[in-house]
C-alpha cells in the first residue's frame, strides 16, 4: 500500500527537522512517525519528491539506510549528490561508503520528539 499525503507531509515535517550532519535511517524516520516497519513507506515518500515542489525543500540527503549507507537505486547521479551534500555538512564515510549511525544520527530527546511530532500532526492534519 502506497503511503497516504498526510503520511508524506509528516515525513516531510520530520526530514525537515533534521539538523545539517545529522542522519535518521528509514527506518527510525517510520517509527518516530508511529510506523513500525514502515521504512518502505518513508523510501516511496521521499522518492515522491521528484514529482513535487516542496516548499520549503526537503533534505532527502539526510535520509539512509540502516547500516549508514546511500541506498539510492538506479541514479548513481542522485547517490552521489546525496552523498556530497552530506560531505558538505560534515559528515564523513569510510572506506566502506558507510558512515557512523552511533555519531551521525540524530537523537532528539523524548520530550523534544513528543513536541515536534504535534507539531507534526497538527500542521499536517486533514491532508488526506
Not at 64 to 78: C, T, W
Request: aromatic share 6%; glycine share 8%.
Amino acid at each position: 500500500m502506497r503511503p497516504s499525503s498526510s503520511f508524506n507531509a509528516q515525513v516531510y515535517a520530520l526530514v525537515r527537522c533534521i539538523p545539517p550532519g545529522k542522519v535518521l535511517s528509514y527506518g527510525r524516520v517510520a517509527e518516530m512517525l508511529g510506523v513500525p516497519h514502515g521504512a518502505r513507506e518513508v523510501g516511496w515518500a521521499l522518492s515522491a519528491l521528484k514529482q513535487a515542489r516542496n516548499e520549503p525543500p526537503v533534505p532527502w540527503h539526510r535520509v539512509l539506510n540502516a547500516q549508514g549507507r546511500i541506498s539510492i537505486k538506479g541514479s548513481p547521479e542522485a547517490a552521489l549528490e546525496q552523498r556530497l551534500r552530506l560531505e558538505a555538512e560534515g559528515v564523513v564515510f569510510d572506506e566502506h561508503d558507510t558512515l557512523d549511525m552511533s555519531r551521525y544520527q540524530w537523537n532528539p530527546s523524548p520530550p523534544e520528539l513528543a513536541a515536534l511530532l504535534q507539531r507534526i500532526r497538527a500542521e499536517t492534519s486533514g491532508r488526506d
